[in-house]
């Protein structure tokens, strides 16, 4: 059997990652560090001298693929010389399986020691690990026009079906300073769009070195100070716990923060928001939504809803249906409740069986589907600023573009626009989830 190898020399890297928009704004971030240490990004993995594999441990499939592609790695670096890394929260989680089942494997981070990879590629090869997470100094890459700016990490809540808080430990704020360098940068870049980023991004709670306080709204009201060429500042995702009225005030005055915001309900009833221990209740929930909309009418919603909790009964899950008809949602990430290992809703009693999981979650997307054309046809009309995206492949005049409600909007241009540009379209019509419309 041929012997792993490894590279003479680190030229080339090739990285894969898996889940969230953390990890994708990370590894952005450690390719350009990659980079600026003069390695390229090689043409594919199989002539790459260093990878990096970053990981989601969320759900169970997520692992799964990455334990097949570590099968295929150990393939590849048998014929080409290579440093193979495994980073992220599998990385925090599976330490001792990852270096025992996958000893091909050269290196496991975990969420606090990704930036050694930047040391590993150096060839400096100490690696004792970090106690603390540590925020990189720029996540932006070359070209973006929407990019995302991590805030904080880590999450305090525990929810019961969730594994973050275990990978990811308990919240740290970055800086205000390093943020809004980050936001002054990302602006003289042209980016059009930053969305900030945290597992629980509002309840963002920084003190600076001469005692001033800083929460989530103050933050958000200085990214908008410093916001020039950007045009829409986000946040994912927020808890509702932690939506207070002061924030609620920032959104409808400055008009830089996108009048989309994302609220996840996970459920309509207030039993099962209990037993996941969301700190809020169906009640709670509906009267924020309520109070957002009377303060900001032109208001548009996204959300995450999970059905099939342990023990969830059909009426239960029915008040999940209802809440969604009253929240009317633009976007909706729809999901039933698996098993996730270390946590405590995987113990729980009243597990559903798989036909019943599917079956409300079916019944939920199919109204849901319906939801989202109406919601869209009351949109499709007036005039709007959108963002290119990118071009139709057979037609250069015809763009895709996104809207400030984060709405797939299909349009005929003028002019050949690449994407990344801000341009006024008339919205026509509604042709499935996208707004049809003309250029002005
Ligand atoms: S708030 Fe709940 S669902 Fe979100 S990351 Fe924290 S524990 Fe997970």
């Given at each position: 059997m041929k012997k792993y190898e490894k590279p003479e020399k680190i030229e080339t890297y090739w990285f894969e990652t898996y889940g969230c928009q953390m990890n994708i704004a990370e590894s952005n971030a450690l390719k350009t560090m990659l980079e600026g240490v003069g390695i390229v990004e090689a043409a594919d993995e199989e002539k790459a001298d260093i990878v990096i594999i970053n990981t989601c441990s969320v759900r169970k499939s997520a692992e799964n693929r990455v334990w097949g592609r570590l099968g295929n790695y150990s393939r590849i670096k048998k014929e080409h010389p290579m440093i193979?890394?495994?980073?992220?929260?599998?990385?925090?989680?599976?330490?001792?399986?990852?270096?025992?089942?996958?000893?091909?494997?050269?290196?496991?981070?975990?969420?606090?020691?990704?930036?050694?990879?930047?040391?590993?590629?150096?060839?400096?090869?100490?690696?004792?690990?970090?106690?603390?997470?540590?925020?990189?100094?720029?996540?932006?890459?070359?070209?973006?026009?929407?990019?995302?700016?991590?805030?904080?990490?880590?999450?305090?809540?525990?929810?019961?079906?969730?594994?973050?808080?275990?990978?990811?430990?308990?919240?740290?704020?970055r800086s205000v300073e390093s943020i809004l360098e980050e936001v002054k940068f990302l602006d003289s870049k042209n980016v059009k769009e930053i969305t900030l980023l945290g597992q629980n991004v509002n309840s963002y709670n920084y003190i600076d070195e001469y005692g001033n306080q800083f929460n989530f709204?103050?933050?958000?009201?200085?990214?908008?100070?410093?916001?020039?060429?950007?045009?829409?500042?986000?946040?994912?995702?927020?808890?509702?716990?932690?939506?207070?009225?002061?924030?609620?005030?920032?959104?409808?005055?400055?008009?830089?923060?996108?009048?989309?915001?994302?609220?996840?309900?996970?459920?309509?009833?207030?039993?099962?928001?209990?037993?996941?221990?969301?700190?809020?209740?169906?009640?709670?929930?509906?009267?924020?939504?309520?109070?957002?909309?009377?303060?900001i009418p032109n208001i548009t919603?996204?959300?995450?809803?999970?059905?099939?909790?342990?023990?969830?009964?059909?009426?239960?899950?029915?008040?999940?249906?209802?809440?969604?008809?009253?929240?009317r949602c633009n976007e909706a990430y729809m999901y039933?409740?698996?098993?996730?290992?270390?946590?405590?809703?995987?113990?729980?009693?009243?597990?559903?069986?798989?036909?019943?999981?599917?079956e409300r979650l079916q019944k939920i997307i199919d109204r849901q589907q319906e939801i989202f054309g109406e919601e869209?046809?009351?949109?499709?009309?007036?005039?709007?600023?959108?963002?290119?995206?990118?071009?139709?492949?057979?037609?250069?005049?015809?763009?895709?573009?996104?809207?400030?409600?984060n709405q797939m909007v299909a349009f005929s241009a003028n002019e050949e626009l690449s994407p990344g540009t801000l341009v006024k379209v008339e919205y026509l019509s509604v042709n499935g989830n996208t707004i049809i419309g003309r250029q002005i």
């Open positions: 193979l890394i495994v980073i992220g929260c599998m990385a925090e989680r599976l330490l001792n399986e990852l270096q025992k089942d996958a000893p091909w494997v050269d290196y496991v981070l975990g969420t606090n020691d990704k930036q050694k990879v930047i040391e590993i590629a150096t060839g400096v090869e100490s690696i004792d690990r970090d106690d603390a997470y540590s925020f990189l100094q720029s996540y932006y890459k070359e070209g973006d026009f929407s990019t995302f700016v991590p805030i904080m990490n880590g999450c305090n809540n525990f929810c019961t079906y969730c594994i973050v808080p275990y990978v990811r430990g308990r919240e740290v704020s709204p103050k933050l958000l009201e200085k990214v908008c100070d410093v916001a020039n060429n950007i045009q829409w500042i986000r946040f994912e995702s927020p808890h509702p716990k932690d939506f207070s009225d002061e924030l609620i005030q920032v959104i409808k005055n400055q008009e830089k923060v996108a009048k989309h915001l994302h609220i996840p309900l996970q459920s309509g009833n207030s039993r099962i928001l209990k037993k996941m221990n969301r700190s809020y209740d169906r009640e709670k929930y509906l009267t924020l939504i309520e109070k957002i909309r009377k303060e919603f996204a959300t995450d809803v999970m059905v099939g909790f342990p023990s969830e009964t059909e009426e239960e899950y029915l008040d999940t249906l209802s809440a969604m008809e009253i929240l039933f409740w698996n098993p996730r290992e270390g946590t405590p809703a995987t113990k729980m009693d009243g597990q559903l069986s798989d036909k019943i999981k599917h869209k046809e009351k949109y499709a009309n007036g005039i709007h600023t959108v963002l290119v995206t990118k071009e139709s492949r057979n037609d250069k005049k015809q763009m895709l573009a996104r809207d400030e409600h």
